[in-house]
């Protein structure tokens, strides 16, 4: 009992070290401001050519006039204007020529004198004496005993067509504000001022590392258990997006010698160390140990209260910052953008990001953690009323939701929802609002995503929300999308959908999807027999175990109508057919009820049972919207036709041709 090594791992993981001393998100942000001044680094020179993206490390003042010279902005004749009055088609004024050309870069020689003109290019210098700049379409000109001459038609304004010099900017004037990005434009007034360097502010270097033994890198093959380290991606290109340069140290196992050493690399090599994972209280939890040891003030704030994000460590070594983020992927971004962002982007000279707010009504409850300023992700669309936001309610885990949102709203520590048909303010991801020309709210499905690709491609943006049958339907009702795409089963009639119709809504064929029993290859208990027969032999058996689907899914219902008894397995029940599809294939669990496509992508065999419908429920008051008609001409086009039929669907379509 003593030597267990298995006991041993457990008592280590079930250690409960009480780690976290969690603070208001403000106390946090204090904290780490007062440790960690929220400067801009030293500056460094950069060439012209180096310089787009990069901050301005200091204001500058236009060391020239541009132009630099009273500058004709036309091909013509240097004039004074008084000589001109009163010159018209019929009545020219007669100026002799000067004996020289202006083009541009030639330095005139020669006064204009009362009653004379110098030919001038566009771009040369304007003469001594002349105050304007007939256009040569204005003029004739020709040779008479006296010499050459040209006959203006009309007259000029006193300063008609010059631009003097430093009229765009004059020598000494503010040219580019000290923290301004450097972009085509600003580079453009730098070379016009003969700049061929500029100093600007040095880029913070971040040094990233991801720790847990499961993470292997992208591109690599996914043994069993392990997940792909998306976090340094991440957390790279949010480095760059905010004036940064990403140092990445790799993924390192949780091994507190390994990973100390790497941090100590980082630390020496980069100006900021952020980490991700091993934050919580988990036996292999070790990155905020190692943090304890880094020397005075060490550990700042280790547990802020929020949510995604509670277990943040934030430490101070040598001056340097070291943050550890969450490991799951959505608490590790949002972090990282309440607290690693503002200071990249205060190291790298860059103002705070500004923060664009939108007002948007919740169409359901979200229930939310007391005690923790919780962040929900959500999805804009538009009703009659005004702006709605979908949460994306995906937890902590999720690397989707943070991609797909337009924004977030909090729900304070003290409430325990955010109530349905409640207004909230939501902060926006991206740097405007873009509200989709297309919203479908309800099942997801890969046929639907197929069909959307074919609207994308016209150039629509279609946002699909999948938030259940039943959900977009009422969505659908409250007018909040465009159409609800939906496999509703009606237990009484056997039939799907048609039960479920309302007033101001129709119902538009989709395609049908085979449902039936997933088993893996070659399973005697399967093979070769009826879904029926299989059914009646296995539910009984302990020793073959089910993989459930939710409640009120429409499988669910098509399952518990065929099940004699409760098998072994019941009570998991997952809300996807993937989710049923790979716990067979892994065999967590020995079959389930799935459509053919998903079982087939698993390389799972698959029974028959029923055929089940997938279609949209439509608001008949959006029905003449352009991208809802643009969505009906393609779903009976013959392009997504043949998509979905090689998806292994059945397009409504074919059935009608084929007289069902
Ligand atoms: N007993 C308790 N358990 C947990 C608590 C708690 O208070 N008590 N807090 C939970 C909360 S909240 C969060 S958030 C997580 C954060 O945990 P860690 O920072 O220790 O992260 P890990 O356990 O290492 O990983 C969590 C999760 O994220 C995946 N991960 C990690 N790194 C990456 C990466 N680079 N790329 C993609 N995914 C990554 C990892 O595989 C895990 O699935 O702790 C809760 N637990
Ligand atoms: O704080 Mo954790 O990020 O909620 O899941």
């Not at 008084?82 to 020289?100: F, H, K, M, W, Y």
């Amino acid at each position: 009992m003593k030597d267990n090594p298995i006991l041993d791992a457990v008592r280590r993981a079930a250690r409960q070290e009480q780690f976290l001393d969690v603070v208001s998100r403000d106390e946090a942000e204090k904290r780490f401001r007062a440790a960690v001044p929220h400067v801009a680094l030293p500056a460094e020179k950069v060439t012209l050519a180096d310089a787009l993206g990069r901050v301005l490390a200091e204001t500058l003042a236009a060391p020239i006039d541009l132009p630099p010279f009273d500058r004709s902005s036309v091909d013509g004749f240097a004039v004074r204007a008084g000589d001109t009055v009163g010159a018209s088609e019929r009545t020219p004024i007669r100026l002799r020529l000067n004996a020289e050309v202006l083009a541009c870069g030639t330095a005139p020689r020669l006064t204009v004198a009362t009653s004379t003109a110098t030919a001038i290019s566009t771009g040369g210098v304007v003469p001594r004496g002349a105050d304007a700049v007939v256009m040569i379409e204005q003029t004739a000109f020709g040779e008479d005993d006296h010499g050459p001459y040209v006959d203006i038609r009309r007259p000029a304004a006193p300063g008609g067509f010059v631009a003097f010099a430093g009229s765009d900017i004059a020598r000494g004037e503010t040219m580019l504000r000290v923290g301004t990005e450097l972009t085509s434009r600003e580079i453009g007034v730098l070379a016009a001022c003969g700049l061929a360097d500029v100093r600007v502010v040095r880029r913070p270097r971040v040094g990233i590392i991801s720790t847990g033994d499961e993470l292997v890198p992208p591109g690599s093959e996914l043994p069993e258990g392990a997940i792909y380290d998306s976090n340094s991606a991440i957390t790279a290109a949010a480095v760059r997006e905010n004036g940064g340069e990403a140092v990445l140290f790799g993924i390192i196992r949780d091994d507190e010698t390994a990973l100390a050493a790497a941090v100590e690399r980082a630390l020496s090599e980069t100006d900021l160390v952020v980490l991700s994972g091993g934050t919580s209280k988990g036996a292999g939890d070790v990155s905020h140990r190692i943090l304890s040891r880094l020397g005075e003030p060490g550990i700042i704030v280790h547990g802020v209260a929020l949510k995604p994000g509670k277990p943040i460590c934030l430490a101070v070594s040598r001056g340097k910052p070291v943050v550890v983020l969450p490991g799951f992927p959505t608490s590790a971004i949002f972090t990282f953008h309440t607290f690693v962002t503002p200071l990249v982007r205060a190291m790298a000279g860059l103002p705070p990001h500004g923060e664009e707010v939108v007002e948007a009504t919740l169409p359901v409850r979200v229930p939310s953690e007391l005690g923790r300023t919780e962040y929900v992700m959500v999805s804009l669309g538009e009703s009659a009323d005004g702006l709605v936001a979908f949460p994306l309610g995906r937890g902590s885990g999720s690397v989707t939701a943070f991609s797909q949102a337009d924004g977030f709203f909090a729900v304070d520590a003290l409430a325990d929802a955010a109530d349905a048909g409640s207004e909230h303010k939501i902060q926006l991801i991206g740097s405007s609002l873009h509200v989709p020309d297309l919203v479908l709210a309800g099942s997801q499905d890969v046929g639907l995503d197929a069909v959307v690709g074919l609207l994308a491609k016209q150039g629509l943006t279609v946002r699909t929300l999948a938030i259940g049958s039943m959900g977009g339907l009422a969505a659908l009702k409250r007018g909040e999308c465009d159409l609800a795409p939906a496999h509703l089963l009606d237990p009484k009639t056997g039939t799907y959908n048609t039960p479920y119709l309302a007033d101001g809504i129709s119902l538009v064929p989709g395609w049908r999807r085979r449902q039936g029993v997933v088993f893996r290859k070659g399973d005697p208990r399967f093979e070769g027999k009826s879904a029926a027969d299989a059914i009646a032999t296995v539910a009984a058996d302990p020793d073959t175990i089910l993989v459930n689907r939710n409640a009120g899914s429409g499988t669910r219902i098509l399952l518990d109508g065929l099940l004699p008894v409760r098998p072994a397995g019941y009570a998991n029940q997952p809300k996807s057919h993937n989710a049923v599809a790979a716990a067979i294939a892994q065999e967590r669990a020995d079959w389930g009820m799935a459509i053919e496509n998903v079982a087939r992508l698993y390389g799972l065999s698959f029974l028959p049972v029923a055929d089940e419908h997938y279609d949209f429920f439509l608001a008949d008051a959006r029905r003449d919207r352009p991208a809802v008609q643009a969505f009906l001409a393609v779903l009976a086009g013959d392009d997504a036709r043949s998509l979905l039929s090689g998806l292994g669907f059945i397009p409504a379509d074919t059935l009608a041709l084929a007289g069902e």
